[in-house]
């Protein structure tokens, strides 16, 4: 029940303002979002790539309001990627985008968004690497598979995000699978109607392994986005049913979220790619955070009370 609440709040900004100015905020923050800048996310990235695992960095921040913050947004990643080419990490370090960060519900929200994401993915393709655009709220997405499609015509590896919860997917799922497209599969974290998505935990996970089955059987590459062990093993058996070898699809987990898991399927041979936040504007990352394990609010309250 707490979960949607706090998906509402996500969207406020006077409980924006409030959780931003807890005093111990910080502390809690850290656990899923390990630095603010890129000097602080560096020994960070060192020590997953240390340890076997592979990244999706994603520079926080979404629902921006001014173009001056979109075009700040891929001046970030710029950064982010500047500092990244000579570690020479290669495809071990992606990036993953909101397109909302880049001015896509702005005024020409859909070209802005297009013309600020373009100079991102050519840098990050100029040091080895690629793109995955994240899945915002429903309204956003018809805009984001055409960006998605407009960028893999010069960089094919450019990724896309699909959401299990949503009813237009398995079909968006038959169209990725058949372009040969890589492609994160998540249950899905806003706060969506039923007139569009599945309300019930248990019919999204349906949904999720017969969208996983079109994936595994496509002609694409598969990255399953879930710290969900039985969705987890479910992909195994997709994924060797299909044939498919371990480099032939990937897991992908969010940072501080089941971290021994990680280091349990990198030991396995699998490749484990770890969604590693970082940056300021930590909040609507946070409060989707909170709202996938109401026991983080727990948590997160406590420690603002002092208990
Ligand atoms: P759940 O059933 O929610 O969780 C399974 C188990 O994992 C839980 O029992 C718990 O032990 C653990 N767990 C899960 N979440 C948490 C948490 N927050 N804190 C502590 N433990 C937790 N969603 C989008 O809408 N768009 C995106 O672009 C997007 N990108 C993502 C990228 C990655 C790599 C991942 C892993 C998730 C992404 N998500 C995205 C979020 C996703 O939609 C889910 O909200 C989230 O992954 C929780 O679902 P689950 O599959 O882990 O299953």
Known sequence: MLGPVILAASRSDRMRRLVSAAPVTKQVVDRFIPGETVGEILPVIDELTGNGLELTMDVVGEDITTPEQATAARDAYLELIGRLGPLELGTRAEMSVKLSMFGQALPGGHDRALANVRPVVEAAAAIGTTVTLDAEDHTTLD??????????????????????????????????????????????????????????????DKAYVRILRTLMEGEGYPMIGSHDPRLISIAQELARTAGRKLDEYEFQMLYGIRGEEHLRLAAEGHRMRVYTAYGTDWYGYFMRRLAEKPANLRFFLRSVIGR
């Open 143 to 204: 805009s984001m598979f055409a960006i998605h499609d407009e960028l893999r015509k010069d960089f094919p590896q450019t990724g896309c995000v699909i959401q299990a919860y949503l009813f237009r997917t398995e079909e968006d799922a038959r169209r990725l699978a058949a372009n040969g497209s890589r492609v994160r599969l998540v249950k899905g974290a806003y706060k969506e109607p039923a007139e569009v998505a599945h309300q019930q935990k248990h019919e999204i």
